[in-house]
């Protein structure tokens, strides 16, 4: 068997591209090229063989959908390992719980039992435990450098406390992200976690992570990687979710739907995959807060980029979706030579438009959604009293889109539950008037001593900080 190969997205159609393992792809991060990887070719799964998934545990599920990506990279019995440790630390049987909820034939799907109650975790914790062993096999360290404005430090910091061969440093904005995000990082108290508030922005945290990679004598010294939103590996781990949840409502003989509160389209790029492999997803729902590129995409065939507005579902807030190129490079027909212009144009005006019989295309593929905060506030409260279930701000928004939506009521639509509410206790007590009960994970948060350094908005200070921090071996 020769097992899947990688491409990049803006690949020259030559067949002399570069071809890259699973073991590549995941401690390369961004391609050469600027594009991002996809593989080679989709995995397919018959009829007959999803059908025959049906029962497994999550882990045994996870090891079977993930084996064709990962090819040779981790032989059977180290994928299935390397699977269960990272799954045993949620806090619910299944890993992620489907609910059914009593409208509409809703369900929701619970992604936030993980160490940072957030659906980042799923991803990363297997990404960190996947990087530490094939470093240690190969005797080498690795450090992890990446800015943040909340969830995604959190869930990187839990990932790779107490790996070996990763030593972690997490950049934020100094008094700009929320008490309970801050302290999520900060009193993660492991010798290898190297929290660094910086005196800036957002933005400066992520100019200044750049730059250290664009360094290249200073990201050799240092072996630097991303664990961010790009990385195959993360896309991976998350079309299993989707396997898990349609497998419950009936798939291979049922089609389900999925709606996704999504801001990098990192998630629902995941459910588009599994629909790919042969899993039966009738549609795939976009929803948008006021960020709301993706949905004007699937509006209008453009792609047009405006400022960040701040929301109360903040892990939504961006500019550009980061995965939606990896998208675009189906709807291009993979032609890389012709994306790479495209997207190079799209950073030089703000705008791409496809052709209308690519926009026909996408709207087969996404149907999409907005709300924006007065919306989301009213959302929370309709889901309580509709459903009697908390939301947290980004899931509200997913709830509100697959109601608006809701289309064939004969196919059940699964709405992905991104965040514990308890992260978001503000949004939460403004919609009921009563704050979420805190779970036992955030308790005590307030009264664990922290750990971290501030410096200035500095590059020069910064790597003398990464230099002098213990050295590898
Ligand atoms: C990161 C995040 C999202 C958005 O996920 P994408 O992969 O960017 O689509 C949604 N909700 C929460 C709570 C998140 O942390």
């Known amino acids: 068997m020769t097992s899947l190969r990688y491409i990049s997205t803006r690949q020259g159609s030559r ?81 992620v719980p489907l609910k059914a909820l009593p409208v509409d034939d809703l369900h929701l799907l619970e992604l936030f039992h993980g160490p940072t109650l957030a659906f980042k975790d799923v991803a990363l914790q297997l990404l960190g435990r996947m990087l530490d062993a094939l470093l240690t096999r190969s005797g080498r360290r690795a450090r992890i450098i990446g800015a943040t404005s909340g969830d995604t430090g959190s869930a990187a910091i839990e990932a790779v406390r107490d790996r070996a061969a ?3 440093f997490m950049l934020h904005p100094r008094g700009r992200v929320s008490e309970v995000q801050r302290r999520q990082m900060t009193t993660v108290l492991a010798p290898n976690v190297h929290n660094i508030a910086i005196e800036g922005t957002f933005d400066d945290c992520q100019d200044l992570a750049k730059a250290c990679f664009n360094d290249l004598a200073f990201r050799d010294r240092h072996r630097l990687t991303a664990v961010n939103s790009i990385n195959f590996a993360r896309v991976m ?51 948008s807060n006021s960020n709301d590129i993706l949905t ?23 500019q550009v979706s980061s995965n939606f190129e990896r998208y675009l490079f189906d709807l291009f027909d993979r032609d890389g030579k012709a994306l790479a212009a495209a997207m190079e144009s799209f950073r030089a005006t703000g705008a791409m438009a496809v052709s209308p019989a690519q926009l026909a295309r996408a709207r087969a593929a996404f149907d999409a959604g907005r709300l924006d905060d007065a919306g989301t506030v009213d959302a929370i409260a309709a889901a309580k009293r509709e459903t009697g279930e908390t939301l947290d701000p980004h899931t509200a928004v997913g709830y509100a889109v697959a109601r608006h939506k809701r289309g064939d009521r004969a196919v059940p639509m699964v709405v992905l539950a991104t965040a514990h509410p308890a992260k978001f206790p503000d949004a939460v007590r403004q919609a009921t008037g009563a704050p979420p009960p805190v779970p036992a994970r955030l308790a005590g948060l ?16 910064l790597k003398r900080l990464m230099d002098g921090a213990a050295v590898f071996a």
Request: charge should be negative.
């Open 446 to 461: 307030a009264s664990r001593p922290e750990h971290y350094e501030t410096l200035p908005n500095d590059i020069g200070a």
């Open 296 to 318: 004007r995409f699937i509006e209008s065939g453009a792609q047009q980029m405006t400022g960040v507005t701040p929301t109360l579902s903040p892990s939504m807030d961006i």
């Open 166 to 168: 990763l030593d972690i």
């Open 237 to 287: 781990a998350q079309i299993v979710y989707y396997f898990h949840a349609a497998l419950r409502l009936g798939a291979p003989e049922r089609p389900v739907s999925f709606c996704v509160p999504t801001g990098n389209f990192g998630n629902i790029y995941a459910g588009y995959a599994a629909r790919a492999m042969g899993l039966p997803i009738e549609r795939l729902l976009i929803a």
């Open 15 to 95: 067949p002399s591209s570069e071809r890259l393992t699973f073991e590549e792809v995941m401690l390369a991060g961004l391609a050469r090229d600027g594009g991002l990887y996809v593989p080679e070719s989709w995995p397919a799964w018959s009829r007959t063989e999803i059908a025959a998934l049906r029962g497994l545990s999550y882990t045994d599920l996870a090891a079977r959908v993930m084996a064709p990506f990962v090819g040779e990279t981790f032989d059977a019995a180290t994928l299935g390992r390397l699977v269960r440790e990272a799954y045993a630390g949620f806090d619910a049987p299944d890993v």
